[in-house]
């Protein structure tokens, strides 16, 4: 993936930020970890958005299995009702909207939540995609593959998807 580009300013304030500040603003990137963006703000000076990308993916690999499963489950099962879609994240929100997730028709919703429900119950957390990055045919088609594999590779999956997700809502937050 090419370099992502910030403007210096922002970067700089990001890298200038208390602590706490820092923990606030990526509150929503990390779907609410509050721990996770205190461990990345103690990683910081960032000298690059990628930088940034690249802390955050290696901080995600050294966590624990269940630390790695706290991070996944935060995070919501596409297909959501509008309901439910009103309880998350503005950055949930967005992604689950921009992937057409929100207008399928019944046949490919019904296949995308029983779907979810095998994922969820063969590994114990929820299939993650990033959403903004797949089409909703693309997504579907890598739920039933996913399907397939074992689950120490669809933990390294997930926490990879994460960081891609992570890599946008940061372009967003900075841009
Ligand atoms: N769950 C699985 N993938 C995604 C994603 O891209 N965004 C959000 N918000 N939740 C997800």
Known sequence: MS??????SKLEALNAASPA??????GGVLERSPALAASLASARPFGSAEDLCNK???L????????QLALL????ELGQSAAQLAA???????EQTTSGLTVLDAVALARLRAGNAAYMQKFGH???ICARLNTSTAI????????????????????SQVVDIARLRVIDLLN
């Not at 370099?3 to 210096?8: H, L, R």
């Open 3 to 8: 370099a992502i580009k910030f403007t210096s």
């Open 21 to 26: 500040a820092f923990t606030d603003a990526f």
């Open 56 to 58: 955050l993916y290696g």
């Open 60 to 67: 995600l690999q050294a966590l624990g299995d269940e630390q």
């Open 73 to 76: 489950r935060a995070h919501p």
């Open 88 to 94: 998350l994240t503005a950055e949930s929100q967005h």
């Open 126 to 128: 929820p299939f993650i």
């Open 140 to 159: 579907l088609a890598q739920l039933e593959a996913r399907l397939h594999n074992t689950a120490p590779m669809e933990l390294a999956n997930a926490i």
